[in-house]
């Protein structure tokens, strides 16, 4: 069975710094995809950036960028200019491609806190 | 478009009891998924289904946890005989059949079971 693994339960960053959340999963298959949700107080998860195992290239989206590393099995998000409302849970999650729908597995989560 | 919505936003009931909480997901979308997040803990997945497909109940801790989709749109979960250890917050997701790979999340059901 695959497994995801979150090490930080808790980090901080100052607002307009860099920090990186860690992620390291557990697989036998060879095509996947690998997710960043954030989760604030309303409970709402929120997709951050997607990364499909195929693809050499690192994903981006604006200030997110994730370290993929197929052979490691690791997948860390760095979030550059830490603002405010970054402020949330970070979940890492996995999914196998399997050429339809199928389930997500998450990791426990990481709290980051923003400070002034 | 409208996101996937749920409801209740909250839900107490008392041990013993049984509970509906209702998905509507976003129109379109062929896949519907639950999870249940416990206090301090990641995402635990239930069900899902997709289309008219049978669904997966691999993730359903119990024969008290049940679920349809009629009309493949709208779901409910049905939590029959609750037990404190079922108080959780219930996610619905969904994802389109030219996406696949993304599930969009709604904004969660908090059930308190006394």
């Known amino acids: 069975a695959q497994t995801v693994t979150q090490s930080q339960p808790e980090m901080s960053v100052q607002e307009a710094e860099t920090v990186t959340l860690s992620c390291t999963y557990d697989?036998?298959?060879?095509?996947?995809?690998l997710f960043w949700y954030k989760q604030p107080p309303s409970r709402q998860m929120i997709l951050v950036i997607r990364?499909?195992?195929?693809?050499?290239q690192n994903a981006t989206e604006n200030r997110f960028s994730v370290n993929f590393q197929k052979a490691a099995k690791s997948f860390s998000l760095k979030i550059s200019d830490s603002q405010l409302g970054d402020a949330a849970m970070y979940f890492c999650?996995?999914?196998?491609?399997?050429?339809?729908?199928?389930?997500?597995?998450f990791g426990t989560g990481t709290r980051l806190q923003v400070t002034l | 478009g409208a996101g996937v919505s749920q409801s209740p936003s909250n839900k107490v009931t008392e041990k013993g009891k049984d509970v509906e909480l209702r998905c509507d997901p976003i129109s379109g979308h062929t896949a519907l998924y639950w999870y249940r997040q416990s206090l301090g803990q990641g995402l635990e997945f239930l069900i899902y289904?997709?289309?008219?497909?049978?669904?997966?109940k691999s993730g359903l801790p119990s024969d008290r946890f049940s679920a349809e989709r009629t009309g493949g749109s709208v779901s409910t979960l049905t939590i029959q005989r609750t037990q404190q250890e079922d108080s959780a917050v219930y996610l619905c997701?969904?994802?389109?059949?030219?996406?696949?790979?993304?599930?969009?999340f709604g904004p969660g059901t908090r059930l308190l079971v006394l």
């Open positions: 289904f997709q289309g008219n497909s049978a669904p997966d």
């Open positions: 697989t036998s298959e060879s095509d996947y995809y």
């Open positions: 997701a969904s994802s389109s059949g030219a996406d696949q790979e993304t599930q969009y």
């Open positions: 990364q499909e195992a195929y693809k050499q």
């Open positions: 999650a996995y999914r196998a491609y399997t050429g339809t729908a199928s389930k997500l597995t």
